[in-house]
Protein backbone atom coordinates (compact mmCIF):
# COMPACT_ATOMS: atom_id res chain seq x y z
CA UNK A 1 0.00 0.00 0.00
CA UNK A 2 1.35 3.38 -1.27
CA UNK A 3 1.69 6.06 1.88
CA UNK A 4 0.53 9.54 1.45
CA UNK A 5 3.65 10.85 0.43
CA UNK A 6 4.47 8.78 -2.20
CA UNK A 7 0.53 9.19 -3.39
CA UNK A 8 1.22 12.75 -3.71
CA UNK A 9 4.42 12.60 -5.34
CA UNK A 10 3.07 10.30 -7.81
CA UNK A 11 0.27 12.63 -8.23
CA UNK A 12 2.56 15.34 -9.69
CA UNK A 13 5.30 12.97 -11.34
CA UNK A 14 3.30 10.36 -13.35
CA UNK A 15 2.54 10.11 -16.81
CA UNK A 16 0.82 7.97 -19.19
CA UNK A 17 -2.34 6.16 -19.31
CA UNK A 18 -1.47 4.08 -16.81
CA UNK A 19 -0.91 6.80 -14.74
CA UNK A 20 -3.80 8.83 -15.65
CA UNK A 21 -6.20 5.91 -14.57
CA UNK A 22 -4.67 5.50 -11.27
CA UNK A 23 -3.22 9.00 -10.28
CA UNK A 24 -5.33 10.50 -7.69
CA UNK A 25 -8.02 13.25 -8.40
CA UNK A 26 -7.26 17.14 -8.74
CA UNK A 27 -9.99 17.56 -6.04
CA UNK A 28 -8.91 14.55 -3.62
CA UNK A 29 -5.49 16.41 -3.55
CA UNK A 30 -7.50 19.57 -2.88
CA UNK A 31 -9.28 17.60 -0.25
CA UNK A 32 -6.10 15.97 1.22
CA UNK A 33 -4.37 19.61 1.79
CA UNK A 34 -7.88 21.07 3.20
CA UNK A 35 -7.60 17.97 5.52
CA UNK A 36 -3.81 18.38 6.59
CA UNK A 37 -4.73 21.97 7.49
CA UNK A 38 -7.90 21.63 9.49
CA UNK A 39 -5.87 18.69 11.38
CA UNK A 40 -2.95 21.36 12.58
CA UNK A 41 -5.37 23.67 13.97
CA UNK A 42 -3.12 26.57 13.13
CA UNK A 43 -5.43 30.03 14.08
CA UNK A 44 -4.63 28.11 18.03
CA UNK A 45 -0.97 27.48 17.21
CA UNK A 46 -0.62 30.94 15.81
CA UNK A 47 -2.43 32.72 18.81
CA UNK A 48 -0.44 30.32 21.30
CA UNK A 49 2.90 31.81 19.83
CA UNK A 50 1.93 35.99 20.07
CA UNK A 51 1.35 34.75 23.95
CA UNK A 52 -2.09 37.07 23.38
CA UNK A 53 -5.64 36.51 23.87
CA UNK A 54 -7.79 36.97 21.22
CA UNK A 55 -9.46 39.92 22.73
CA UNK A 56 -5.81 41.97 22.52
CA UNK A 57 -5.37 41.31 19.13
CA UNK A 58 -8.81 43.15 17.41
CA UNK A 59 -7.70 45.80 16.05
CA UNK A 60 -8.91 44.69 12.45
CA UNK A 61 -10.01 41.44 11.93
CA UNK A 62 -7.12 38.73 11.84
CA UNK A 63 -6.33 38.10 8.28
CA UNK A 64 -5.91 34.49 7.13
CA UNK A 65 -3.61 34.34 3.71
CA UNK A 66 -2.81 30.96 2.12
CA UNK A 67 -2.08 28.83 -1.37
CA UNK A 68 0.12 26.85 -2.98
CA UNK A 69 4.10 27.59 -2.86
CA UNK A 70 5.98 27.51 -6.00
CA UNK A 71 9.29 27.85 -4.05
CA UNK A 72 12.50 25.41 -5.68
CA UNK A 73 11.97 22.15 -4.50
CA UNK A 74 8.23 21.93 -5.15
CA UNK A 75 6.44 19.59 -7.19
CA UNK A 76 4.41 21.50 -9.48
CA UNK A 77 1.49 20.58 -12.10
CA UNK A 78 -1.41 22.25 -13.46
CA UNK A 79 -4.80 19.78 -12.75
CA UNK A 80 -7.03 18.65 -15.71
CA UNK A 81 -9.18 21.99 -14.25
CA UNK A 82 -6.86 24.04 -15.62
CA UNK A 83 -5.74 25.32 -11.61
CA UNK A 84 -1.80 24.98 -10.72
CA UNK A 85 -1.21 23.12 -7.61
CA UNK A 86 2.18 22.35 -5.93
CA UNK A 87 3.21 19.93 -3.28
CA UNK A 88 4.10 22.86 -0.67
CA UNK A 89 1.00 25.00 0.77
CA UNK A 90 1.30 28.33 2.61
CA UNK A 91 -0.96 29.11 5.57
CA UNK A 92 -0.21 32.69 7.52
CA UNK A 93 -2.14 34.19 10.17
CA UNK A 94 -1.72 37.92 10.91
CA UNK A 95 -2.97 39.42 13.97
CA UNK A 96 -3.51 43.18 14.96
CA UNK A 97 -2.96 44.92 18.10
CA UNK A 98 -2.82 48.46 18.96
CA UNK A 99 0.70 48.55 18.41
CA UNK A 100 1.99 45.83 16.72
CA UNK A 101 1.25 43.07 14.15
CA UNK A 102 1.72 39.54 14.71
CA UNK A 103 2.84 37.02 11.70
CA UNK A 104 2.88 33.38 12.45
CA UNK A 105 3.21 30.90 8.57
CA UNK A 106 3.41 27.70 8.22
CA UNK A 107 4.64 25.95 5.30
CA UNK A 108 3.88 22.31 4.52
CA UNK A 109 5.10 20.15 2.13
CA UNK A 110 2.50 17.26 1.14
CA UNK A 111 5.43 15.30 -0.79
CA UNK A 112 7.39 14.75 2.71
CA UNK A 113 7.47 15.83 6.57
CA UNK A 114 9.49 18.92 6.04
CA UNK A 115 8.00 21.80 7.60
CA UNK A 116 8.49 25.25 7.88
CA UNK A 117 7.22 27.21 10.68
CA UNK A 118 7.75 30.91 11.68
CA UNK A 119 6.63 33.57 13.94
CA UNK A 120 7.73 37.29 13.92
CA UNK A 121 6.09 40.47 15.52
CA UNK A 122 6.79 43.95 14.03
CA UNK A 123 5.72 46.86 14.87
CA UNK A 124 3.71 49.14 12.43
CA UNK A 125 6.37 52.18 12.56
CA UNK A 126 9.01 49.41 11.47
CA UNK A 127 6.91 48.52 8.80
CA UNK A 128 7.73 50.14 5.24
CA UNK A 129 5.28 48.47 2.57
CA UNK A 130 2.34 45.76 2.23
CA UNK A 131 2.58 44.55 -1.45
CA UNK A 132 1.22 41.85 -3.61
CA UNK A 133 3.05 40.39 -6.20
CA UNK A 134 1.96 38.34 -9.91
CA UNK A 135 4.64 36.02 -10.49
CA UNK A 136 4.07 33.09 -13.43
CA UNK A 137 5.30 29.41 -13.36
CA UNK A 138 5.82 26.94 -16.05
CA UNK A 139 4.15 23.26 -15.08
CA UNK A 140 3.00 20.60 -17.03
CA UNK A 141 -0.47 19.93 -17.78
CA UNK A 142 -1.65 16.84 -16.64
CA UNK A 143 -2.62 14.26 -19.68
CA UNK A 144 -4.56 11.30 -20.47
CA UNK A 145 -3.40 8.83 -22.72
CA UNK A 146 -1.20 9.42 -25.60
CA UNK A 147 0.94 11.97 -24.25
CA UNK A 148 3.16 14.87 -23.16
CA UNK A 149 1.73 17.92 -22.98
CA UNK A 150 3.97 21.02 -23.54
CA UNK A 151 4.43 22.82 -20.03
CA UNK A 152 2.31 25.76 -19.64
CA UNK A 153 2.50 28.95 -18.01
CA UNK A 154 0.27 30.10 -15.12
CA UNK A 155 0.16 32.74 -12.88
CA UNK A 156 0.48 33.05 -8.78
CA UNK A 157 0.08 36.06 -6.70
CA UNK A 158 1.91 36.31 -3.09
CA UNK A 159 1.96 38.86 -0.82
CA UNK A 160 4.97 40.83 0.83
CA UNK A 161 5.58 42.41 4.14
CA UNK A 162 8.52 45.05 4.09
CA UNK A 163 10.71 45.88 7.41
CA UNK A 164 14.16 47.46 7.07
CA UNK A 165 17.17 44.63 6.69
CA UNK A 166 14.41 42.06 5.88
CA UNK A 167 10.79 40.96 4.03
CA UNK A 168 8.28 38.35 4.62
CA UNK A 169 6.08 36.45 1.37
CA UNK A 170 3.75 34.14 1.54
CA UNK A 171 1.30 32.57 -1.45
CA UNK A 172 -2.41 34.11 -1.57
CA UNK A 173 -3.24 31.58 -4.65
CA UNK A 174 -5.84 30.34 -2.15
CA UNK A 175 -7.32 33.65 -1.00
CA UNK A 176 -10.34 34.87 -3.21
CA UNK A 177 -10.57 38.11 -1.59
CA UNK A 178 -7.09 38.54 -0.67
CA UNK A 179 -7.07 42.59 -1.83
CA UNK A 180 -9.69 43.25 0.37
CA UNK A 181 -8.10 42.09 3.40
CA UNK A 182 -4.46 43.67 2.08
CA UNK A 183 -6.26 47.26 1.65
CA UNK A 184 -7.57 46.94 5.10
CA UNK A 185 -4.23 46.22 6.53
CA UNK A 186 -2.60 48.58 4.39
CA UNK A 187 -5.22 51.69 5.83
CA UNK A 188 -4.33 50.63 8.72
CA UNK A 189 -0.57 50.61 8.78
CA UNK A 190 -1.51 54.10 7.25
CA UNK A 191 -3.27 55.38 10.33
CA UNK A 192 -1.12 53.80 12.49
CA UNK A 193 1.88 56.08 10.62
CA UNK A 194 0.18 58.78 10.29
Not at 20 to 42: E, G, P, Q
Not at 65 to 75: A, K, M, T
Not at 99 to 124: H, I, R
Request: net charge positive; aromatic share 10%; glycine share 8%.
Amino acid sequence: MATEHEKVRKYFTATGCIASLTRMKDDVYDKMVVDKLNALNLKQKALGKTGLDEDQLKEIPPVYLHGFNFSSGSYIRIGKDGRLRSSKYDATWLFFSSTQMYMYSYTMDMASDSKLEKGEEYFYKDITNFSTTSESVSAPQTSGCGGNSKPQSREYNTFTLVVPGDKFSCSISGVTDADKSISAMKQKLREKKG
